[in-house]
């Protein structure tokens, strides 16, 4: 079976006027999908300025149609479901019959794709990029919560959580289901090898800067560690203002460091960063497979990554240095060792991410799951 599909994507999160950002990593999914197949993507999302009840906006673009419903909010969790499921039957009625269903993040969205199963037979799977079913973050999902997504996993003809990692914890929870792991997409052409480096010794690190998540605090004290043992150097923190470290940075008074905080950027200004520098670091204290790692490596730069998730899975020895989370001695005897013997294989790195990540490889993956699963629904 290698017919040309209509995919719909329903979407607990994707980029929008309201949160421009959230989940760009499952519109790349949907980007690689549309190489081999049509896609409609649905995404509904409470909007503060909203001054209707539902509007709906739509974007067409490479056999990927957008559609996304901005509700008016309301306090009321009665009235929300109702705007909700308004906004969904609106939606259905626009984008016509569909071959399959591709839930990313399962709850809520995916009561919809258990709507569409049970009434119209369309199969369904699900990709899952949440860090909520690791412990503790799991121990606050609620009882109903939990009892629906284990229904929504049941029925599904595969879940694919992007590490192997996440689907233990998933199936650790009670989530019993037919995984099939599929990892995150990278746009191999925009995220590429360049000659060019920054003058100075360039660290980089992007992220939503959650302290809680991303020990950004952690960061900041190895900074200054390192300016007093190497000088001027430069590290850029992108993805958000430095507002809540103000106290810290200050505290620390850097010198000679160059600490850059560089609020949202887009795709092409942040490969840019990436491909500039000499380093890139991730200090978190949880994760499941981020994509700047990948990226990183994608531009031939290596990464200094605390062990944590399934970031190990897809991280080979010689592209950088796992590390303990919480050990900034380790951080920074690691960034002190790049610094005199960095690594250079960047070739390596690009046509690895070429071969797991890419856009068409990822299409392919779950090109062969629609198939499998429409062959077990017929």
């Known amino acids: 079976m290698n017919q040309k599909l209509h995919i719909l994507f329903l979407c607990g999160w994707y980029p929008s006027k309201v949160l421009p950002t959230n989940g760009d990593f499952i519109q790349r999914h949907a980007e690689a999908v549309a190489l081999k197949h049509n896609v409609t993507v649905i995404h509904i999302i409470s909007d503060k300025s909203a001054t209707q009840k539902i509007q709906i906006d739509t974007k067409n673009s490479n056999h990927l149609t957008t559609h996304i419903a901005y509700i008016k909010p309301s306090t009321n969790p009665i009235i929300k479901g109702f705007r909700f499921y308004n906004a969904y039957r609106q939606l259905l009625k626009k984008i016509g019959s569909v071959d399959h269903v591709h839930v990313n993040t399962l709850f809520p969205f995916g009561i919809f794709a258990l709507h569409l ?3 119209k037979k369309i199969p369904f799977i699900i990709s899952e990029h949440w860090t909520g079913y690791q412990k503790p973050q799991s121990q606050d999902i609620s009882f109903l919560e939990k009892a629906i997504s ?9 879940v694919c959580p992007v590490s192997i990692h996440l689907k233990k914890e998933m199936v650790l929870f009670g989530l019993k289901g037919n995984y099939s792991p599929v990892p995150n997409v990278v746009d191999t052409e925009l995220f590429s090898l360049v000659d060019k480096k920054e003058k100075s010794f360039t660290i980089v690190h992007v992220s939503s800067m959650t302290d809680t998540h991303k020990n950004i605090s952690g960061m900041l004290r190895v900074a200054k560690r390192l300016e007093t043992e190497i000088g001027a150097f430069t590290w850029k923190f992108i993805g958000g203002t430095s507002e809540q470290f103000d106290v810290l940075i200050e505290q620390l008074n850097f010198n000679r460091a160059n600490v850059q905080f560089i609020d949202h950027v887009s795709q092409v200004e942040l ?3 990436i491909q500039t520098a000499h380093l890139f670091v991730l200090f978190s204290n ?10 990183a490596f994608s ?5 200094i990554s605390t062990n944590v998730g399934g970031i190990s899975e897809y991280f080979p020895d010689d592209f950088g240095f ?16 790049m610094y005199h013997n960095p ?3 960047s070739n390596a790195m690009h046509e690895y ?10 299409a392919t993956h779950f090109s062969e799951l629609y198939y499998k699963s429409l062959k077990q629904q017929s």
């Open 353 to 362: 991410v070429i071969t797991h990540f890419s856009r068409k490889t990822i």
């Open 117 to 119: 199963k049970w009434f």
């Open 150 to 158: 284990k229904r929504i996993t049941k029925s599904a003809a595969f």
């Open 299 to 303: 531009c031939g730069i290596p990464v």
């Open 322 to 337: 796992l590390i303990e989370k919480q050990n900034q001695h380790q951080l920074l005897r690691k960034i002190r060792k």
């Open 343 to 345: 690594i250079s294989n």
């Open 271 to 273: 490969a840019n960063h």
């Open 286 to 295: 949880y994760e499941n497979l981020p994509c700047v790692i990948l990226e």
